[in-house]
């Protein structure tokens, strides 16, 4: 058994897990965090990769909810330029479908009730002129711009975790949860690895936070709804900068966004999940619907033979009776049992979305900080940057032209690169490397020694697979050979030496 009695255990490496733990290091608990696989494995990798205010939830009078989300959505922007960037969406006018009176209105409020400042607002466009139009289908003239942001979903997971072990918490991958039990007043959590001591839980573990309540011994008040995305992405299917957010003649939405510079990531759907939550992956069906949907709108059809690659993700709703998939509340609650009569809490989350993770975040401090003594002060999160994010929203440019001039061996794809996975902090490992051999071996497409011996030392990756899809996205490019000679580096134990807290 661990001797360390934690302030705070946090069950569930995902965002909102990985998020909790940030604030509450910095708050200055003890803080320790347990995700059974890898960091962001799950649903927090599997997103349509937005931080946006949900214009769909407008429909469902979800008013409060697209309110909390546009206002996170320029202070995640502050916090994280290399990782969150602003992205305008195309929203085409399709006769018989929405009118456009009730998209001007919807796009309005987008504009007003978030506190708006950088992003640019919606206008107007005629597809016939705009560079938007050129990919679509003659019959669409009519659209609207407006903007939201994209997101590297994994290493938004990842850099929460990195400033939580910057701060103090011990990050445990590969330690799944066997039991939680009471032992007067503290948790005792009994894991595949060894047991550890807690005096508050937070059970932050997503769609299976009602297994692990079940592990507690601990009965649920609310009821889960578990819905799956899936997603698809094809070769590029235009040219330009701009996203597309699309509506079906079920009703239903769909975007299709620039994705790795050579692909179009096309996405989501919405199915009751029933099934495993370990291999999640997009139906046959799903794959046909997105394709068809696509179709509709694109000049250049696809087929699922064009699908390079599909994910699926399972999203923990909360079940508000909502009658479709899609119209089911994107909220969060938590339940808070104990804290009484000198009994252990334990917090539940139950819901929530990517965009809110933050704000999510700072509602569990107010709900703890009578119950935990130890966490001290108010809402930091809101304007500290996350590793590698200490620049301008507006300094990509800046900061690509720097790396350019420090080290001219990197072509202007790689450095665009490390620019949006690292910022600032691509310099901890490119060093004073003097040209691509100071880097070690090239595995390929900008992935070198250099960079996989810092994920594996500092962001917990320990397969070529959290290097390649969730610490990167270079998966797409790699071919069977290049994985396995990066596997076999990897499995060599690269990086192990300087780990962050919590490793060896």
């Known amino acids: 058994m661990s001797e360390t009695i934690y302030d705070l255990a946090i069950i569930g490496g995902g965002v909102n897990g990985c998020g909790i733990a940030r604030d509450a290091a910095g708050r200055g608990a003890k803080v320790l965090l347990l995700e059974r696989g890898d960091l962001a494995q799950g649903t927090s990798s599997a997103s349509t990769k937005l931080i946006h205010g949900g214009l769909r939830y407008l429909e469902h009078y979800e008013f409060a909810l697209v309110r909390e989300s546009l206002s996170e959505r320029e202070r995640l922007w502050a916090i994280a330029p290399h990782i969150i960037w602003p992205l305008r969406f195309v929203l085409p006018h399709v006769r018989g479908l929405r009118p456009r009176w009730l ?11 978030g506190g708006r400042k950088a992003l640019p607002a919606t206008q107007g466009i005629d597809l016939r002129k705009h560079a938007a139009g050129a990919p679509l289908k003659p019959e669409y003239a009519k659209a609207y711009a407006y903007s939201d942001c994209w997101v590297d979903d994994a290493r938004l997971v990842v850099l929460n975790a990195r400033d939580a072990a910057n701060h103090g918490a011990d990050i445990l991958t590969r330690t799944e949860v066997l039991q939680l039990e009471r032992a007067g007043d503290h948790w005792l959590i009994k894991t595949t690895e060894d047991t550890f ?12 936070v009602l297994t692990l309540l079940g592990r507690a011994d601990q009965p649920a ?8 995305g899936s997603h698809i992405v094809v070769p590029r299917l235009f040219a330009h900068d701009f996203a597309y957010f699309f509506q079906l003649a079920d ?3 769909f975007f299709a966004i620039p994705y790795e510079r050579d692909f179009t990531l096309i996405g989501t759907t919405d199915r009751d999940h029933h099934g495993p939550l370990e291999h999640v992956a997009a139906s046959e069906e799903e794959i046909a619907y997105l394709c068809e949907g696509a179709n509709h709108y694109f000049s250049q059809q696809i087929s699922p033979a064009d699908v390079v690659w599909s994910y699926a993700g399972v999203r923990p709703l909360l079940d508000d009776g909502s009658g479709k998939p899609e119209a089911a509340t994107r909220g969060y609650s938590f339940e808070l049992d104990g804290g009484e009569n000198g009994q252990p809490p334990l917090l539940s989350v139950f819901g929530g979305k990517i965009t809110t993770y933050r704000h999510l975040a700072v509602e569990v401090m107010d709900l703890l900080k009578p119950l935990v003594p130890e966490l001290c002060g108010d809402d930091w999160t809101a304007t500290q940057p996350l590793p590698g994010g200490n620049f301008p929203k507006d300094g990509a440019k800046a900061l690509a032209a720097d790396y350019a001039r420090e080290y001219p061996f990197l072509d202007e794809k790689w450095i665009d690169r490390l620019v949006k996975a690292y910022g600032t902090e691509a310099r901890v490992w490119l060093g004073a490397a003097k040209s691509l051999e100071g880097l070690g071996t090239h595995f390929g497409h900008g992935l070198t020694c250099a960079e996989v011996d810092f994920l594996v030392a500092q962001e917990w990756a320990r397969s070529a697979e959290d290097i390649l899809w969730r610490r990167t996205k270079l998966g797409l490019h790699f071919n069977a050979d290049q994985v396995a000679k990066l596997a076999c580096y990897v499995e060599s134990g690269a990086g192990l030496r300087q780990g962050p807290s919590g490793q060896e």
């Open 103 to 113: 998209l001007r209105l919807g796009l309005f409020l987008y504009d007003h009730i």
């Open 197 to 208: 001591r807690a005096r508050t839980v937070v059970n932050a573990a997503g769609p299976s």
């Open 251 to 253: 009703g239903r939405i």
């Open 221 to 228: 008040e609310h009821r889960m709804r578990l819905v799956r």
